[in-house]
């Protein structure tokens, strides 16, 4: 099995120790080619505008919007929440995602870098995992089809940090950041079981 961790910019090398820890082969992706024959794809988090015009720069834009339209199974970490959703809230001028997630998440919706914190959060599916919060988006609001895994409550209200539709995982929060490879075992278990694999 064949697992690529976007490798643009951000924090790529954390995401394919975690994955390795899983027994997962992963492998920092840059390439169409190598885009092209992925059973399982990372976003990680970084900087979601740079990350979508680095995609458009290279020419790959389309190709991962359209592998992950037809199924490809894909995780998105923070910026890569953003990556996934089909609509944003407060994002940049022109701001492309690749979409995925019937959701609509707004960006920094926790802050700034300095608003940045960590909590320890019920995730469903894996249990109560340490959460990093950095400069974080969060789910405005789901669309039927989209399974809430985790919230976090602000001032009363909840809001959904993790979110799974079908073959699309995503959290608001950094668990590659952590040494708590879980999520990543939820990813490699729950999303790409019964995925066949390139020869």
Request: glycine share 12%; aromatic share 6%.
């Amino acid at each position: 099995m064949k697992l690529g961790v976007l490798a643009l910019q951000g924090d790529v090398r954390e995401h394919i120790s975690a994955l390795n820890e899983c027994g997962a082969e992963a492998f920092p992706v840059r390439t169409a080619e190598e885009i092209s024959t992925l059973d399982g794809l990372i976003l990680p988090g970084g900087e979601s505008t740079t990350i979508a015009k680095l995609a458009r720069s290279f020419g790959l834009f389309d190709l991962i919007a359209g592998r992950i339209k037809e199924g490809l199974p894909t995780y998105g970490s923070c910026a890569g929440m953003i990556l996934l959703a089909n609509e944003l809230v407060d994002g940049a001028v022109g701001q492309e995602t690749f979409g995925g997630l019937d959701v609509k998440v707004r960006r920094n919706a926790f802050g700034r870098q300095v608003d940045s914190f960590e909590t320890d959060l019920p995730f469903e599916g894996v249990g109560t995992v340490r959460a990093v919060f950095i400069r974080a988006p969060w789910v405005e609001t789901t669309n039927p089809g989209v399974q809430i895994l985790a919230s976090v409550e602000i001032e009363g209200v909840s809001h959904p940090v993790a979110v799974r539709q079908g073959n699309v995982l995503a959290t608001s929060f950094h668990p590659e950041l952590t040494g708590d490879n879980r999520v990543h075992r939820y990813f490699v278990t729950e999303l790409l079981r019964g995925v066949s694999t390139h020869s």
